[in-house]
């Protein structure tokens, strides 16, 4: 006997709009992923002013299936007030910089109904001054190459999405010509060796690419990470993301 009920057709998968990195004067921005998502690293970019540009990389706890809905508030919250809180010429960076982590952190844990961990990297890039006011909630730690070596710019803050009003500190630092800034999520770090299961990559393999890496494109940069990587774990399947995100200042 047929069934009187018909299926519903499952709702199509929606996921955070595409990120289109915007043209920098003086600067290359750009990101790259391993494979297919699995999880929650997720990364945007977009100009909020006429001489900055707002870039961010999270990585919201669970699987990409479960957190689609509080990838994509954390978006909506990081356009809209990024570009209300760096609109104008005169502002305090740092104070918004503050400000949209606190809105971001508001919207994870709205759209989560609860806690759930999400470390992240915030930047703003000043193009005419080639400065980079920063937030680092709990991330792994961004690497700057400049003359004087490559620095870590270490957490700031706790990760988003825990508590309601957990501020992280917003310093600047700035970006001398040739100077380059990369980001690579914890599925990076953490990756683990083909051969040696309790051996990681680890955030000191990841310095000498970007010691060696070309001044002028962010993208062969975030490349050469990933491919590394995937000679490092083998080529195995997937068990968490591994993103690269790289700011290079070439002018």
Known sequence: MRSLFRSRPAAPLVEPVPTVFPE?????????????????????????SPERVLFGLLDVAGRREDNRGILIEAQTVFRTFGAQLFAASDINE????????????????????????????????????????????????????DSKGIAELKSTGLPLGLFSHAPSDAP???????????????????????????????????????????????????????????????HTPLCDDRTALALVRTV
């Open 24 to 48: 920098i004067e003086g600067a290359d921005i750009a990101a790259v992923f391993s494979g297919k998502r699995v999880a929650g690293d997720f990364y945007d970019s977009v100009r909020v």
């Open 94 to 145: 740092s104070n918004a910089m503050t400000e949209l982590s606190l809105r971001i952190n508001r919207a994870i844990i709205d759209s989560s109904h609860g806690v759930r961990s999400c470390p992240a990297f915030i930047g703003c890039y000043h193009e005419k001054f080639g400065t980079l006011c920063y937030t680092n909630a709990g991330h792994t730690a961004g690497l700057l190459r």
């Open 172 to 234: 600047t630092v700035g970006l001398e010509k040739g100077a380059a800034l990369l980001l690579v999520s914890r599925g990076v770090v953490e990756c683990g060796h083909k051969e040696k299961s309790d051996l990681e990559f680890g955030l000191e393999r990841v310095k000498p690419f970007l010691q060696a890496a070309p001044s002028s494109s962010a993208r062969a940069l975030c490349v050469s990470i990933v491919n590394e990587i995937s000679d490092f774990s083998g």
